[in-house]
């Protein structure tokens, strides 16, 4: 017997089936746990994105499935695996390389940024499924790349003669702030370039 959590998902340990090295921490639903036993590799569910996710589908860094097994009391799942290159996307071969010892600084919540992920699926779909008639993200997309550059570049206007301005609100230098952000993925959309992609590039300056 297996026990979903509320939002139908459980938590997946994954383990490399030669060594027993724990390589990562995801959490699977009964679709992602079909599928991986039915493709061979691991699927997971992704609580950011909202979909199904299967582990090196933008790396490459593939997990072959092995097997699977609960714990006694059917809420957590160890998965046995042969990796396909690292499983960390930092390029580490676990997730688990950051030693702690006693002395552990706590880092209070932030804002859950994972909105631009949920966001940029919502802008995804309207690309490809067009939405409501009234959608303005709708008539962005049928309007071209030009006009959506052009949107990018007066929203950027907007926000730096928003910031630099001293009567300026910081709500009224928020509001711009994140209708460039929605603009600026509008355009990666229309270009087909990746929001993961901009992730990485960001991952790679920030080390």
């Known amino acids: 017997m297996i026990l979903l959590d509320t939002n139908g998902l459980i938590p997946a340990i994954i383990q490399d089936h030669t060594n027993k090295k724990v390589l990562m921490l995801g959490y699977m639903n009964a679709e992602s746990i079909a599928k991986t036993y039915e493709d061979g590799v691991v699927w997971f569910y992704s609580r950011s994105r909202n979909r199904l996710w299967q582990k090196g589908e933008e790396s490459g860094n593939y997990l072959t499935f092995i097997s699977m097994q609960a714990d006694c009391d059917g809420d957590t799942l160890l998965v046995n695996a042969e990796p396909y290159g690292p499983t960390c996307h930092t390029g580490e071969i676990s997730c688990f390389f950051q030693p702690l010892d006693g002395n552990i600084v706590f880092e209070e ?3 859950d940024t994972r909105v631009l992920d949920r966001l940029y699926d919502v802008i995804i779909s309207r690309k490809h499924e067009g939405g409501p008639l009234n959608s303005y993200t709708r008539d962005l997309f049928e309007s071209g790349i030009s006009r959506i550059g ?9 926000l730096t003669l928003a910031a630099v301005d001293a009567t300026s609100s910081d709500a009224e230098v928020t509001s711009e702030a994140a209708d460039l952000l929605y603009h600026v993925l509008v355009l990666l959309t229309a270009r087909d370039v990746e929001l993961s992609s901009v992730m990485r590039e960001l991952q790679v300056r920030s080390r």
């Open 150 to 158: 052009q949107k990018v570049i007066e929203e950027s206007g907007e």
């Open 109 to 111: 919540p932030k804002t």
